[in-house]
């Protein structure tokens, strides 16, 4: 009798041990995890990646881009195109693309910029020029003539221009 009780009591123990372990698997079961309608793992992914500074030349790339980098600081080197005053000036998508003038304004003035000389801009992207706004963004005094064919045009506010870039490039 006593081998009988021994038993009765080690069975109840290994149950005691196992009902708890059991309930827990099937929680993990239940029927509320299904199909997500909406969201696809390549959506969820590409939420989390951002979007790396540009750097690079002003080709179709960049301008099929523009609206993902306003806002953004970028570099972008391109050939001079055309002085607009003392403190911008346009650059020009390279020979083999088709991309329109981009304008620069500069936040302070601008030396050994000139048609056809390659620079290096750093700037924040920005999009709809419109003068009194970029006047009072950047605390200059532009001339309103000079800006007259812009207005509503993409733009980059300059921090650094660089002219020491090699035209290749």
Do not use: Q, W
């Amino acid at each position: 009798m006593n081998t009988r009780k021994h038993m009765s009591r080690t069975r109840t123990l290994a149950l005691a041990g196992i009902i708890p372990l059991a309930t827990l698997s099937l929680v993990g079961c239940n029927s509320t995890s299904g199909t997500e309608e909406g969201a696809d793992v390549e959506d969820v992914v590409d939420e989390d990646e951002e979007v790396a500074p540009y750097n690079g030349a002003l080709d179709s790339e960049f301008y099929d881009a523009y609206s993902s980098y306003i806002g953004e600081e970028v570099t972008v080197s391109a050939d001079v195109n055309e002085i607009v005053s003392d403190t911008s000036f346009t650059i020009a998508g390279t020979d083999d693309t088709t991309v329109e003038a981009l304008l620069v304004v500069t936040e302070g003035e601008m030396t050994e910029v000139e048609p056809g000389l390659t620079v290096s801009v750093t700037g924040t992207v920005m999009e709809s020029f419109d003068l009194p706004t970029v006047e009072e963004e950047t605390g200059l005094d532009l001339e309103d003539d000079a800006y007259a064919d812009y207005d509503g045009e993409n733009y980059i506010v300059a921090s650094e221009v660089d002219t020491s870039v090699d035209a290749d490039s």
